[in-house]
């Protein structure tokens, strides 16, 4: 959705972004009036971490909603050349930046938050950060949720049924009352069994790295 909605903003910038890219014009700039709301769960003391940590205390009761909003840019810049060209060029004079974005904003019917967040980014030269910015406010969100993501890589596609057992047996591992969200990838070079990754935390069960292991003990010296 978030992709159809850029199109018109986005084309307004391409035309009048690539006949000229002028020097960023000076504006006045602010911080992020974060509400005194919730601290997430989860720190990072980035400076990406700290832009995310200021937007999910100002959230509030609309979390779920600035979540959605946040996620829905980062499908744009990854879908979009045009909207990912305008993040990221530092050349591009604010008020284009500002004016195409709330376009975008507007027509998506993101959160006010949202919009303002974004202005400070681009009036603070940090809105080439947003990318990184999404992804840590998504740890964040998943973190005050129970939201565990586990990715569970095999060498071939697993069944129904094998999918059904890997989660139960994470789910036991996990912290009581989490939810699991599961990610299934192959990879052929893994030889067989399975490597998992639930939060921080890697499990690797795979042939390749057992083989690994049995060749250092062959390859160690005798006594």
């Known amino acids: 959705m978030f992709r159809a909605l850029c199109r018109p903003a986005t084309a307004a910038f391409s035309q009048a972004a690539r006949p000229m890219v002028r020097p960023m ?3 006045a700039t602010r911080s992020f009036a974060a509400a005194v709301g919730k601290k997430p769960k989860m720190e990072d003391g980035t400076l ?3 832009y995310a940590t200021a937007l999910f205390m100002a959230s509030g009761s609309k979390l779920d909603k ?3 909003d946040m996620v829905g840019l980062r499908t ?3 879908e979009s050349k045009d909207f990912k060209l305008l993040i990221v060029t530092p050349g591009v004079d604010p008020e284009t930046k500002v004016k195409t974005l709330e376009a975008v904003c507007v027509k998506s019917g993101a959160d ?4 303002n967040f974004l202005k400070v980014l681009v009036e603070n030269k940090r809105v080439n950060m947003l990318a990184r910015v999404v992804d840590l406010f998504e740890v964040f ?4 949720k129970g939201l565990v ?3 569970v890589t095999s060498a071939s596609p697993l069944s129904d049924s094998q999918k059904a057992q890997v989660k139960k047996a994470m789910e036991a591992r996990a912290e009581k009352g989490s939810q699991m969200i599961m990610e299934y990838n192959t990879n052929a070079s893994i030889m067989g069994g399975l490597v998992v990754k639930m939060g921080d935390a ?3 069960n795979s042939v390749a790295t057992r083989l690994e292991r049995i060749q250092a003990q062959l390859l160690q010296p005798v006594d």
């Open 141 to 144: 969100y998943r973190a005050e």
């Open 25 to 27: 014009a000076p504006i």
């Open 48 to 50: 990406e971490g700290r």
């Open 149 to 151: 993501l586990c990715k």
């Open 112 to 115: 006010g938050s949202v919009v």
């Open 202 to 204: 890697v499990f690797d």
């Open 66 to 68: 600035v979540y959605q």
């Open 76 to 78: 744009m810049m990854e």
